[in-house]
């Protein structure tokens, strides 16, 4: 290869729009981008030597790029911007490198803006807790001295106090609360459970079960009134002794 035609790896800055048309170009003639911008360089210098304005090559034209989109206008106070190519250096000036084929497109350097301020958004409004529902019968349930309310349950002609969070209700002697003397009750059959200011009434995992109005129920809450059948005994709980 003669020394004229020898190619090196060169680097420029180029109008993106000017970039755009030439790989349309590249593609619709089936050339490189190297030759298009050799051939282009070529008759710009013939053209140059000759004192006539350049001509666009016959192998490569290069068609006029799209005109950028108007700026807006900036207020009549505000001076006007630089443009974000102003520092850059010219299309002249190249960089020199090993022979290659390829051409390397350095991007326009873009200054970096201010990170937009950010603002929280306000925490969410924390709703009270709704108070528990009424009892149908319209009876309060009675309150001891630190506020906290009481259930009574009637069994066998007694009255019992419920004043814990858990109240055991079976046939052992040991650890229950409320003991009913018969076989086919379970030692802990039965739990009456204070939770979020409920009562409620839950099987233990009995083997017969607890009914409530003809119906077996695993877990219900208690209602002044109700009436509750653990095998053939009545339990009827109420809040007012």
């Known amino acids: 290869m003669s020394e004229h035609r020898r190619k090196s790896l060169r ?4 109008e993106e729009a000017l970039w755009k048309a030439l790989e349309q170009q590249s593609q619709e003639q089936d050339a490189s ?3 298009l911008l050799n051939d282009a360089l070529r008759a710009f210098l013939e053209g140059a030597s000759a004192g006539a304005p350049p001509a666009a090559s016959p192998q490569a034209p290069v068609p006029a790029p799209a005109p950028p989109p108007a700026a807006p206008e900036a207020p009549p106070e505000a001076p006007p911007r630089p443009r974000a190519d102003a520092e850059l250096p010219s299309s002249g000036a190249l960089r020199g490198g090993a022979d290659h084929r390829t051409l390397e497109r350095i991007p326009a350097v873009k200054p970096a803006g201010r990170a937009p301020t950010l603002t929280p958004p306000p925490p969410p409004a ?3 807790p709704a108070p528990p529902p009424p009892s149908p019968s319209g009876a309060q349930p009675a309150v001891d001295a630190s506020g ?3 259930l009574f349950i009637q069994f066998d002609g007694q009255t019992y106090t419920v ?3 858990k109240f055991i209700i ?3 002697t040991q650890g229950t609360d409320l003991t009913i003397r018969d076989g086919n009750v379970s030692r802990k059959h ?3 459970i204070f939770h979020t200011g409920n009562f409620y009434l839950q099987d233990m995992g009995s083997t017969n079960g607890i009914e409530f109005q003809g119906s077996r129920i695993d877990t219900k809450r208690v209602e002044d009134g109700d009436i509750f059948h ?6 009827r709980f109420s809040f007012q002794p």
């Open 11 to 14: 680097s420029f800055y180029c």
């Open 33 to 35: 981008m190297d030759q």
């Open 126 to 128: 924390v709703k009270p």
């Open 148 to 150: 906290k309310p009481r």
């Open 163 to 165: 004043e814990k969070e």
């Open 170 to 172: 079976g046939r052992g």
């Open 190 to 192: 039965a739990a009456v």
């Open 230 to 235: 653990i095998c053939d005994h009545e339990l």
